[in-house]
């Protein structure tokens, strides 16, 4: 395991990146228009915007899911611009809408567990299931969800679909990865289970003191949760807020600058890049 970046230390920068899409005959899309950014290690950064204004695909390009047009990207110490997915991967850990995207539905919970603690090990599955991996699983669930402990041997195919993102997330942070993708994994869900998996989020990111970016469709998560916030439109990051500010902003806040960045999609480019220059 490569050892984590210390505190403080820039964990990802991306500089000026760039993902275009072009459906045949269509326009070109760019999903990710120029982006700079930089993340110190241990920040909790929420990423919000509009359908469409590009969220997904700037995670799918962190996690080397699409592949940069243009610009370059370096992830704990290491310029994985040109790495593949999978080599990104033992860096990452992932949590996505669908909560039966990250786990086998016929796998038992500790089986499903057995695969992200064997991931990039030498050891199978079966050793992997042994006592040692039970006792450390019930631990790390009972420790999130009291009674989810009890489920290890059902199939993960039969719980709720907030208890099944909350395993996600234990199998996702098993190895403490570098940087935790998290892309709308409450949105799928009901508002109490949604809390829940929110509330999981929380501690299993403070507990081990993760990097993380969190896309959420939620304002009032938005508002909540994390120590920088940014607002992505049209593939650029119209808003960049951190400390004070935005531990100060509001739900409401966030609902107002939607509305103006709807309002100024009405308008052309240049009239709506004033708007944003004037409250942004
Ligand atoms: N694989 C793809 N092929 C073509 N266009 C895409 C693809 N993925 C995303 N897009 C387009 O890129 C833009 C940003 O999409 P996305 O990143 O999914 O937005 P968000 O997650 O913010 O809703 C949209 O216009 C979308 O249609
Ligand atoms: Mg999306």
Same mark, same amino acid.
């Given at each position: ?166 395993? &996600? =997330?234990?199998? /996702? ?5 570098? %940087? #935790? *993708? ?5 949105? @799928? !869900? $009901? ?26 469709? &939620? =304002?009032?998560? /938005? ?5 920088? %916030? #940014? *607002? ?5 990051? @119209? !808003? $960049? ?30 009239? /709506? ?8």
């Amino acid at each position: 395991m490569i050892p984590n970046i210390p505190p403080g230390q820039l964990m990802l920068e991306l500089t000026d990146a760039t993902v275009t899409f072009a459906a045949p005959g269509g326009p070109v899309v760019r999903a990710v228009d120029g982006v700079t950014l930089s993340a110190p290690a241990g920040s909790f950064v929420v990423v919000i915007g509009t359908n469409g204004s590009g969220k997904s695909t700037l995670l799918n390009a962190i996690a080397g899911t699409v592949r940069l047009n243009s610009g370059s990207m370096r992830l704990a110490g290491h310029a994985i611009t040109h790495w593949r997915e999978d080599q990104r991967a033992r860096l990452l850990g992932r949590v996505f809408q669908d909560p039966r995207a990250g786990t086998a539905a016929s796998l038992t919970v500790l089986e499903n567990i057995a695969v992200a603690a064997c991931r990039g090990r030498r050891a199978g599955l079966k050793w992997a299931t042994n006592r040692v991996l039970r006792a450390e699983a019930a631990q790390r669930l009972g420790a999130i969800v009291p009674g989810l402990d009890a489920r290890l041997d059902q199939p993960i195919g039969s719980l709720s679909g907030g208890q099944r993102q909350i395993v &996600s =997330l234990v199998m /996702a942070t098993w190895h403490r990865p570098d %940087l #935790l *993708l998290l892309d709308e994994h409450t949105s @799928a !869900l $009901d508002p109490a289970a949604a809390d829940r998996v929110v509330h999981a989020t929380a501690t299993l990111v403070r507990e081990h003191q993760l990097t993380a970016f969190m896309v959420t469709h &939620s =304002l009032k998560q /938005a508002a909540a949760l994390g120590d920088r %916030l #940014l *607002l992505v439109h049209r593939g650029k990051i @119209a !808003l $960049d807020v951190q400390g004070a500010t935005k531990r100060r902003l509001t739900a409401d806040d966030l609902a107002a600058r939607f509305d103006r960045l709807r309002c100024a999609d009405q308008l052309d480019d240049t009239a /709506a890049q004033t708007l944003a220059d004037l409250y942004v």
